[in-house]
């Protein structure tokens, strides 16, 4: 056989032992064994790290003075209000309104009548108002009470007030004629007395007035 014919076999065989040690176990071939199966084994795919990623964390708020355990903090203190004190509309001091029913209506003081919605003494009204003057000067002893009064109309605090115009206007008339205040008191019913209960503007210009009674 000639030198040509022998080279490969004698590299098959070379290859064949070589195998044969890295399968077998040689001392030898263990680091190349291990690398070679590492290099061919599949690598495992990458995981996420169970740990979040911290987030940052704003500081806390400042921390304000509390008041101790069982203490309140004081409340400012607020100062009171002025209250405004409006003199009487008439100028004329106005005592203490006499509430009792007055059991005595006299025929010389006549009723004083007034338009809608209005307090101011009519012209014709004047004459009668001069007799009511010739009446409580030729009687000084006596007392007099002047009641307001309305029609249904209007709610019930406004006829209460405008009651209460219609008896100072009187009032003032009267003071202005000489009679002394002290014995003149108002007082107003506004719709609650009326002396006609119809609905209709007959009724509503009768209790439209200013009555009079003597004590």
Same mark, same amino acid.
């Given at each position: 056989?000639?030198?040509?014919?022998?080279?490969?076999?004698?590299? *098959?065989?070379? /290859?064949? +032992?070589?195998?044969?040690?890295?399968?077998?176990?040689?001392?030898?071939? =263990?680091?190349?064994?291990?690398?070679?199966?590492?290099?061919?084994?599949?690598?495992?795919? !990458?995981?996420?790290?169970?740990?979040?990623?911290? !987030?940052?964390?704003?500081?806390?708020?400042?921390?304000?003075?509390?008041?101790?355990?069982?203490?309140?903090?004081? @409340?400012?203190?607020?100062?009171? !209000?002025?209250? !405004?004190?409006?003199?009487?509309?008439?100028?004329?001091? &106005?005592?203490?309104?006499?509430?009792?029913?007055?059991?005595?209506?006299?025929?010389? @003081?006549?009723? *004083?009548?007034?338009?809608?919605?209005?307090?101011? *003494?009519?012209?014709?009204?004047?004459? @009668?108002?001069? =007799?009511?003057?010739?009446? @409580?000067?030729?009687?000084?002893? /006596?007392? /007099?009470?002047?009641?307001?009064?309305?029609?249904?109309?209007?709610?019930?605090?406004?006829?209460?007030?405008?009651?209460?115009?219609?008896?100072?206007?009187?009032?003032?008339?009267?003071?202005?004629?000489?009679?002394?205040?002290?014995?003149?008191?108002? *007082?107003?019913?506004?719709?609650?007395?009326?002396?006609?209960?119809?609905?209709?503007? &007959?009724?509503?210009?009768?209790?439209?007035? +200013?009555?009079?009674?003597?004590?």
């Amino acid at each position: 056989m000639t030198k040509r014919s022998w080279t490969p076999m004698i590299k *098959i065989i070379a /290859v064949s +032992v070589v195998l044969v040690f890295m399968f077998t176990g040689c001392s030898m071939f =263990k680091g190349p064994r291990k690398h070679f199966w590492e290099f061919w084994k599949p690598k495992p795919p !990458e995981t996420a790290s169970i740990y979040p990623v911290p !987030e940052e964390v704003p500081p806390p708020p400042p921390v304000t003075e509390q008041p101790p355990v069982g203490e309140v903090s004081p @409340l400012p203190i607020q100062p009171p !209000e002025a209250v !405004e004190v409006k003199p009487s509309e008439t100028g004329i001091p &106005e005592p203490p309104p006499i509430r009792e029913p007055a059991t005595i209506e006299v025929a010389e @003081l006549p009723v *004083i009548h007034f338009d809608f919605d209005k307090y101011n *003494i009519r012209p014709q009204d004047i004459p @009668l108002l001069d =007799k009511c003057v010739e009446w @409580l000067k030729a009687h000084s002893d /006596v007392q /007099v009470q002047i009641q307001g009064h309305c029609d249904e109309r209007g709610t019930r605090e406004y006829n209460l007030n405008l009651g209460q115009r219609r008896a100072n206007a009187v009032k003032e008339y009267l003071v202005n004629k000489g009679i002394d205040p002290s014995r003149l008191h108002t *007082i107003s019913y506004g719709e609650e007395r009326p002396i006609d209960p119809r609905h209709n503007e &007959e009724a509503w210009a009768k209790n439209r007035r +200013v009555q009079f009674f003597v004590y």
